[in-house]
């Protein structure tokens, strides 16, 4: 076969090959073949099937304390979470008290004596952001998540499901004197342990009848 001849049929075939590797769609096609993630239904799910249900599962915060002040390892080997390597810990807790002050940003509570430990804690509920109770129940797997992004507004959205039914309702009747229960999350370091001001971001409030 004469050269130029062959010539011509290699640049045939690489051009054939060439087109039909390459793949034109249109791009709300390819929108349209992609679900975009929903952190708010996520969310609501989380918060309907595994973290109201896993409530029964917090520790006592009075218990707690006294044991972190006794056992420190042993209290956040038990009853912390986190997702990754470090200090910063996360804690599904519970607990009963006395309002002793109701401010714009958050009640303060002297919790009820159990026995074994008693202290002040505020519950916050004008500030609510962060992972606390997303982490805190150790029932989300980050490896479920193709990115961080989404993965952060679950915190986001589930912060707005605090936000907006279970602090409401609570901070228009909660007045000073009033008898609380709540469940919740806090954030602890383990290095730098801090025990005298826990914030707890509520995850059910309930204000106690005589």
């Known amino acids: 076969m004469p050269k130029p001849i062959r010539y011509l049929l290699y640049v045939a ?22 679900a975009a993630f929903d952190a708010a239904a996520y969310a609501k799910d989380f918060w309907e099937k595994k973290l109201t249900p896993g409530l029964s599962k917090a520790v006592e915060l009075g218990a707690l304390t006294a044991q972190l002040k006794t056992e420190k390892d042993k209290a956040f080997e038990q009853h912390s979470h986190a997702l990754g390597i470090g200090n910063i ?24 004596d159990t026995g074994e430990s008693s202290g002040n804690v505020r519950i916050a509920t004008e500030y609510i952001f962060g992972n606390a109770v997303r982490d805190a129940s150790g029932q989300i797997d980050i490896n479920a998540f193709t990115n961080s992004m989404d993965f952060n507004n679950v915190s986001a959205e589930i912060n707005k499901l605090i936000r907006g039914k279970v602090v409401p309702p609570f901070k228009s009747e909660v007045k000073k004197g009033d008898r609380v229960a709540f469940h919740g999350a806090i954030e602890l370091n383990r290095e730098h342990l801090q025990l005298n001001n826990i914030e707890i971001i509520p995850v059910s409030l309930q204000i106690e009848k005589p």
């Open 89 to 112: 810990r996360y804690f599904l807790v519970k607990g009963q008290g006395i309002v002793t002050d109701v401010s714009e940003n958050e009640v303060s509570v002297k919790l009820a």
């Open 13 to 34: 075939v690489i051009v054939l090959l060439a087109y039909n590797s390459v793949y034109f769609k249109k791009l709300d096609e390819v929108k349209a073949g992609t």
